[in-house]
């Protein structure tokens, strides 16, 4: 089994910055690719970043490209994903999860394991 905690959402202004993290417990953290989801109400979990299990490799969504940041540190078993320039429409419950492959992939049912997620809601 494997257990993730996201930790790190909050309220924040528009133009501000928060860093989401992702502690993970259970399975081989350091041999399988992660990746950042996000919820708004009203809409379906879209992708918002992953990275591959070297972290050598990462993708983006177009809507957060140049803006947030996806790292990890297998080391820690945690995963990180700063973002800066937040705007509103970024507004959503925020779930990490690991993929059951290496390389970076983006699709939900490509993921095998998630957390509780993390509320981050960007005021205007």
């Known amino acids: 089994q494997v257990q993730l905690v996201e930790s790190g959402g909050g309220l924040v202004q528009a133009g501000g910055s928060l860093r989401l993290s992702c502690a993970a417990s259970?399975?081989?953290?350091?041999?399988?690719?992660m990746g950042w989801f996000r919820q708004a109400p009203g809409k379906e979990r879209e992708f918002v970043a992953g990275?591959?299990?070297?972290?050598?490799?990462?993708a983006y969504a177009d809507s957060v490209k140049g803006r947030f940041t996806i790292s990890r540190d297998n080391a820690k078993k945690t995963m990180y994903l700063q973002m800066n320039s937040l705007k509103p429409e970024d507004t959503a419950v925020y779930y990490c999860?690991?993929?059951?492959?290496?390389?970076?992939?983006?699709?939900?049912?490509?993921?095998?394991?998630w957390g509780q997620g993390t509320q981050v809601t960007v005021s205007s």
């Open positions: 259970g399975r081989t953290f350091s041999t399988y690719a």
């Open positions: 999860a690991q993929s059951r492959t290496t390389a970076v992939v983006t699709t939900p049912e490509l993921y095998d394991y």
């Open positions: 990275i591959s299990w070297s972290g050598g490799n990462t």
